[in-house]
């Protein structure tokens, strides 16, 4: 399988910026929507930003003009740039990706563990 590996939460105050990054674990063959979740305690988690292959972005409301998405396509990497931070931000943030791997063209759909962003003064 493919493994999604996370990396660049933390803590940041408010109006602050964090740079997250979601990198697959082994060779792909091509990868279709990558995306980012993301659970607050006591919520469900939620869509904040997809990519697909071509570059198409979609964004959560409560993020549009903060957060950015994009994809390294030869890094197999997909990266959320996340910029005038708020408190309610705060949440576990999951990596998604689909797509192929291995020269017989395995399917695959798969989760990052998750990384902890917290905004708080």
């Known amino acids: 399988q493919v493994q999604l590996v996370e990396s660049g939460g933390g803590l940041v105050q408010p109006g602050g910026s964090l740079r997250l990054s979601c990198a697959a674990s082994?060779?792909?063959?091509?990868?279709?929507?990558m995306g980012w979740h993301r659970q607050a305690p006591g919520k469900e988690r939620e869509l904040v930003a997809t990519?697909?292959?071509?570059?198409?972005?979609t964004y959560a409301d409560s993020v549009k003009g903060r957060f950015t998405i994009s994809r390294d396509n030869a890094k197999n990497t997909v990266y959320l740039q996340m910029n005038s931070l708020k408190p309610e931000d705060t949440a576990v943030y999951f990596c998604?990706?689909?797509?192929?791997?291995?020269?017989?063209?395995?399917?695959?759909?798969?989760w990052g563990q998750g990384t902890q962003v917290t905004v708080s003064s």
């Open positions: 998604n990706a689909d797509g192929f791997y291995s020269s017989r063209y395995y399917p695959f759909d798969s």
């Open positions: 082994r060779s792909i063959v091509s990868i279709n929507a």
């Open positions: 990519i697909t292959s071509g570059g198409t972005t």
